[in-house]
């Protein structure tokens, strides 16, 4: 079993920063790889950014650039540093953790971004 709880959210203006952190509980060594995701209003959701066990990280298009994606294994967190942010980003932010027979998902963080 993994928990995964999500702080940071809030709202931002257009062109501000914001940081994600996902607390990480649970079956650690089982996760191979997490990452975040994101529902905006009256859209279904999708990924936003992934690291691996192995630190590789992949990001959507529309992120790259401006979002960087870590883990701090100390700490056990997942974080997102979100900057340059645009009203675009505003939606709930989730945090998912994946190995070969699981998937566990955050309640998620709500981020809203003023123009």
């Known amino acids: 079993q993994v928990q995964l709880v999500e702080s940071g959210g809030g709202l931002v203006q257009a062109g501000g920063s914001l940081r994600l952190s996902c607390i990480v509980s649970g079956s650690i060594r089982s996760i191979n790889a997490m990452g975040w995701y994101r529902q905006a209003p009256g859209k279904q959701r999708e990924l936003v950014a992934v690291i691996t066990s192995g630190g590789s990280t992949d990001y959507v298009d529309f992120v790259k650039g401006r979002f960087t994606i870590s883990r701090d294994n100390a700490k056990n967190t997942l974080n997102l540093q979100m900057n340059s942010l645009k009203p675009e980003d505003t939606a709930v932010y989730y945090c998912?953790?994946?190995?070969?027979?699981?998937?566990?998902w955050g309640k998620g963080t709500l981020v809203t971004v003023s123009s």
């Open positions: 998912n953790a994946r190995g070969y027979d699981m998937n566990y």
